[in-house]
């Protein structure tokens, strides 16, 4: 029998905020919400609710949509992989306990996401709708059985970093920015590019894991060392492509370097020895609160019109 005094025991609701909590990846909160605030705030230089309620969607029911989806469907490769657990992925070992949290983490995505995301379409243009459907769009398909762009080679790059670089588009759509211009299209671009390569790295240690489960990905199909080298190939291009910019917003080329450094370290990776790469996949996460701080100053810089 279980202890109904104990909060941390299967089924208490303590225990299942905090599951769901853990399921929205809070490590990542920012680099969904931030992108759709600056570039929003960017092109209208207005504070409004659009502002307020796309970050809030941003920050919170998006990522449990976009983790928590990809938790629950997950769930049988995550129980083999041993990297799983803590911030990269929570994985709970019984079943019974599983399912209740999975019940729970659609349910949530259900309550929290339907509302905003229903507000927000009401929002802005035609345009600007479809946008944001399709960033939704994406997300679900990067999980959900039947289409799983994350087992399509290269399709599951550029899915994962759409799902970051989603938010900006919809913003600057939103405020009917042209995509286009000489100084917005080098910023979604590069992320772009940024995403896909950061994601690629991610997928080089679990090579061997991957494969055991049957599980494909741009590294799995070539290869680890290959797959270090693409990555390190497109942080080196969203650099130059930030170079394009004005200056001093041309500053921000010097970001994708950081990552440049870090993933070269790897560089003698191949597929026996890839779990190695999970100490660069580590210090990738810390290094997106320096380079995350960085932007942010560039971001104020620009706000004041650069003094």
């Not at 504070?47 to 976009?66: C, E, K």
């Not at 989603?166 to 979604?188: E, I, N, Q």
């Not at 679990?206 to 799995?220: E, K, L, W, Y």
Request: charged share 15%; hydrophobic share 55%; net charge neutral.
């Amino acid at each position: 029998m279980l202890d109904s005094a104990d909060p941390h025991r299967t089924g208490q609701p303590p225990a299942l905020l905090w599951s769901l909590l853990k399921a929205s990846r809070p490590v990542s909160w920012i680099n969904t919400a931030f992108p759709f605030a600056a570039g929003y705030l960017l092109a209208t230089h207005s504070f409004d609710a659009v502002l307020v309620v796309g970050t809030l969607f941003f920050l919170v029911p998006y990522n449990l949509l976009m983790y928590g989806i990809n938790d629950v469907f997950d769930h049988e490769s995550d129980l083999a992989n041993p990297r799983k657990g803590g911030v990269e992925g929570d994985v709970i070992r019984d079943l019974d306990e599983a399912r209740r949290v999975h019940r729970a983490i659609l349910w949530a995505c259900a309550i929290t996401v339907i509302p905003p995301a229903t507000w927000l379409l009401a929002q802005g243009s035609a345009a600007a709708a479809v946008t944001l459907l399709l960033v939704l769009a994406g997300v679900l398909a990067y999980s959900v059985p039947g289409l799983r762009f994350k087992e399509r080679p290269f399709l599951d790059s550029l899915t994962s970093a759409l799902h970051f670089c989603g938010p900006l588009l919809y913003a600057l759509v939103l405020a009917d920015t042209p995509l286009l211009a000489r100084t917005t299209w080098p910023v979604w671009t590069a992320f772009i590019l940024w995403g896909m390569a950061s994601h690629a790295f991610g997928a080089v240690q679990d090579v061997r894991a991957d494969r055991a489960g049957g599980i494909g990905s741009v590294a799995t199909v070539i290869g680890a060392r290959a797959t270090v080298r693409l990555s390190l190939a497109l942080y080196a291009a969203s650099s130059l492509l930030l170079a394009l910019l004005p200056w001093p917003a041309t500053l921000a080329a010097l970001l994708p370097l950081a990552y440049v450094a870090s993933v070269a370290r790897f560089l003698h990776v191949d597929d026996e020895t890839c779990e190695e790469a999970n100490r660069g996949w580590r210090t990738f996460l810390w290094l997106n609160q320096p380079a995350g701080f960085a932007v942010t100053m560039l971001v104020i810089g620009a706000w004041k019109g650069w003094g």
